[in-house]
């Protein structure tokens, strides 16, 4: 656990130390379907292989697209979010982050032990895998939305 940890933390530098250059490259949209692409995959590739080298390569890159994600998802959303509204919209976000980790490490240990121990990345790759195909034609949409702060400057001026 204690490997896996820390080359999931390697990732997370190594994200950090080349988003720049990435979100340079590609759209916000790339960057959030690759990741929830990878995101997908990492369940599937933990749930089949039993090689202690695959997942902590796999934990590396993994670590790599959470760090970018959660670049990338700060980014959208402080745009999509009025000025005066991003302390409340972030904190929802992290009270909604906590709690989906608790939800998860709760239904995780109650879905594997009615199956088996790998069961829980099976659902995890079920579940993303839906959730990704549902939206995966909206993300430009959600990547790119135009600045929240801009369209409010339009319409200060406008009465009721």
Same mark, same amino acid.
Request: no cysteine; proline share 2%.
């Given at each position: ?13 190594? +994200? *950090?130390?080349?988003? &720049?250059?990435?979100? #340079? =490259? /590609? ?5 959030? @379907? $690759?990741?929830? !692409? ?31 994600? +959660? *670049?990338?998802?700060? &980014?959208?959303?402080? #745009? =999509? /979010? ?5 302390? @409340? $919209?972030?904190? !929802? ?68």
């Amino acid at each position: 656990f204690g490997l896996l940890t820390t080359a999931t933390a390697l990732g997370g530098i190594l +994200g *950090t130390a080349i988003y &720049a250059r990435l979100e #340079r =490259a /590609v759209s916000l949209a790339t960057i959030m @379907r $690759v990741g929830l !692409v990878i995101e997908t995959l990492t369940h599937l590739i933990l749930a089949v292989t039993s090689s202690a080298a695959v997942a902590l390569v796999v934990m590396v890159v993994f670590g790599t697209h959470a760090s970018a994600w +959660g *670049t990338t998802a700060s &980014a959208v959303r402080q #745009r =999509a /979010v009025p000025t005066e509204l991003q302390g @409340r $919209v972030s904190s !929802v976000y992290m009270i909604s982050v906590f709690a989906g980790m608790v939800v998860g490490g709760l239904s995780g240990g109650v879905i594997a032990r009615q199956w088996e121990i790998l069961a829980p990345f099976w659902f995890g790759f079920v579940g993303s895998a839906l959730i990704l195909a549902v939206i995966w034609r909206t993300l430009d949409d959600i990547a790119h939305a135009p600045s929240a702060d801009d369209g409010e400057a339009g319409s200060a001026g406008s009465a009721d």
